[in-house]
Every structure is written in structure tokens, then in C-alpha cells.
T-cell receptor, first 113, second 114 residues
Framework: QKEVEQDPGPLSVPEGAIVSLNCTYS??????FMWYRQYSRKGPELLMY????GNKEDGRFTAQVDKSSKYISLFIRDSQPSDSATYLC?????????????FGTGTRLQVTL | NAGVTQTPKFQVLKTGQSMTLQCAQD?????MYWYRQDPGMGLRLIYY???????DKGEVPNGYNVSRLNKREFSLRLESAAPSQTSVYFC?????????????FGPGTRLLVL
């Protein structure tokens, strides 16, 4: 069983829809949680970074962490065609000089006009 | 400020050939990483370097070697390429802003081993 599970999709939604992307994890040692966005043939870029359980909002994006359920989510409001990308969740055990991230496999999102 | 750069962008190798993937960052970051990305497997850490002069194994180090040449450069070497090493390779470096750590990724190197 993988430490981090993520539905690969693809997920297709119409423009303006609310998108929900999710990851589950098995290791309770994970303390920091991230969402990366990866456009086709590009490197991932950090979208959201959270530490504690609860919600964190940044513009149209909200990251949610539920440590008791070992479940994290990314919500995208008013989705745009430019949001079409693969979204990777990532997590790590602790902070330090070099932190090793564990990534989900990514969910491919397509926002249609 | 170019960020993280990788060369080459694309490479085809025959089984048994060797090559070095180059990575450089101009952001004065201490930590650097090499990942591979395969369909259905996500990003997996090959090697990382916490600081200049140190390197450590990640999740999938077999078949690879690394060199942290200086603070800017971190190279990945395949001594005898195998078809199983066909993948997209990403280099990354880390910036700290307070308690938040951000990994910046390069554009990737696509490697095909025949």
C-alpha cells in the first residue's frame, strides 16, 4: 500500500465549477502538507502549504487538512480553463535542512469552456 | 534569475550507455534534489543534497550517482543505463520563508533508454 493515495482522474469539469481534489495518507508522522500544480511538460510549482489541521485560503484555492482522518483536500472555486493541469499532493514528516517529500501520483484536471 | 535549469531537455540512450544530467540553480539555495516521475508512480526521490558537500540516498537510488559540485550545481549520473530508467527527471532546490519550505523545480529532462 502506498503511503499517499490520490485518484489519478482525469477529472473534467465545466468552467466556473467548484473542484475538489483529495489525498489520503497512512503515516500519521506526516506533519506538513502541500499541493503542487504541474502543467503539461513542465515542472511542478507550489500552490499551497499547510501545517495544522483546518483550512487555508489563497484566492480561489482552499487547502483543507484533517489529520484525524488522514485526509487532505484542495478546493478550486470558479474554475478556469487555465486551471487545467495535474495537481499533486505532497507531505513530509518534519522540517529541517533538507526535507524529503512524499508525493501522490497526481490528479489530472480538465476545465472545459 | 533563471531559477532551476536542467540540461539536456531530452535524451535517447542505448542500454548500457552512460550519461550525466546537469542541474543548476541561481537562487542561493542550500538543498537540492533529484526526482524521477513515472506514470502511476508520481514523483520519487532519487538523491538529495542538504548542503554543499553532502549527498544522501532517497527512495530509489539504485543505478544512479550524484555529485554536488558546488552550491549551484547538482548532477545525476547513470553509469549503465537500463530501460527501467526511462523516465522524466526533475531537479529541485529549496527556499525557506520563515517556517514555509518551497521546492522549486526545473523543467525536467525526458530520458528514453532503448
Amino acid at each position: 500500500q502506498k503511503e499517499v493515495e490520490q485518484d489519478p482522474g482525469p477529472l473534467s469539469v465545466p468552467e466556473g465549477a467548484i473542484v475538489s481534489l483529495n489525498c489520503t495518507y497512512s503515516n500519521s508522522a506526516f506533519q506538513y502538507f502541500m499541493w503542487y500544480r504541474q502543467y503539461s511538460r513542465k515542472g511542478p510549482e507550489l500552490l499551497m502549504y499547510t501545517y495544522s489541521s483546518g483550512n487555508k485560503e489563497d484566492g480561489r484555492f482552499t487547502a483543507q487538512v484533517d489529520k484525524s482522518s488522514k485526509y487532505i483536500s484542495l478546493f478550486i472555486r470558479d474554475s478556469q480553463p487555465s486551471d487545467s493541469a495535474t495537481y499533486l499532493c505532497a507531505m513530509k514528516r518534519n522540517t529541517g535542512t533538507a526535507s524529503k517529500l512524499t508525493f501522490g501520483t497526481g490528479t489530472r484536471l480538465q476545465v472545459t469552456l | 534569475n533563471a531559477g532551476v535549469t536542467q540540461t539536456p531537455k531530452f535524451q535517447v540512450l542505448k542500454t548500457g550507455q552512460s550519461m550525466t544530467l546537469q542541474c543548476a540553480q541561481d537562487m542561493n539555495h542550500n538543498s537540492m534534489y533529484w526526482y524521477r516521475q513515472d506514470p502511476g508512480m508520481g514523483l520519487r526521490l532519487i538523491y538529495y543534497s542538504a548542503s554543499e558537500g553532502t549527498t544522501d540516498k532517497g527512495e530509489v537510488p539504485n543505478g544512479y550517482n550524484v555529485s554536488r559540485l558546488n552550491k549551484r550545481e547538482f548532477s545525476l549520473r547513470l553509469e549503465s543505463a537500463a530501460p527501467s530508467q526511462t523516465s522524466v527527471y526533475f531537479c529541485a532546490s529549496t527556499r525557506w520563508e520563515g517556517s514555509q519550505e518551497t521546492q522549486y523545480f526545473g523543467p525536467g529532462t525526458r530520458l528514453l533508454v532503448l
